[in-house]
């Protein structure tokens, strides 16, 4: 998952001085879905579903980097996708 993040957030494959804080935010943020109530099944990280990728993409994005004037809006836009993930079936 940290390759398709860093992708998605824009960040070069082979660049790896965020790697670390990338992975904290990943599994912080799967932590606070699970907390929030998004079904297991979702979360599993050998077949990761599509809508929580999406999820810790915002997530990541919020928190990655030192001024982050948008850090709200993907706050936002976070909270919105967990809303709807805790709203799948088991």
Same mark, same amino acid.
């Given at each position: 998952?940290?390759?398709?993040?860093?992708?998605?957030?824009?960040?070069?494959?082979?660049?790896?001085?965020?790697?670390?804080?990338?992975?904290?935010?990943?599994?912080?943020?799967?932590?606070?879905?699970?907390?929030?109530?998004?079904?297991?099944?979702?979360?599993?990280?050998?077949?990761?579903?599509? /809508?929580?990728?999406?999820?810790?993409?915002?997530?990541?994005?919020?928190?990655?980097?030192?001024?982050?004037?948008?850090?709200?809006?993907?706050?936002?836009?976070?909270? /919105?996708?967990?809303?709807?993930?805790?709203?799948?079936?088991?």
């Amino acid at each position: 998952m940290l390759e398709k993040i860093k992708s998605r957030c824009g960040i070069p494959g082979d660049i790896d001085i965020y790697d670390t804080d990338i992975q904290l935010y990943i599994n912080d943020c799967i932590a606070d879905m699970k907390a929030s109530g998004v079904p297991e099944k979702l979360l599993d990280m050998n077949g990761i579903d599509p /809508q929580v990728t999406t999820a810790v993409t915002l997530y990541v994005k919020a928190y990655l980097g030192d001024d982050r004037s948008d850090t709200e809006i993907y706050l936002k836009l976070y909270r /919105q996708k967990v809303f709807r993930l805790t709203m799948e079936d088991e």
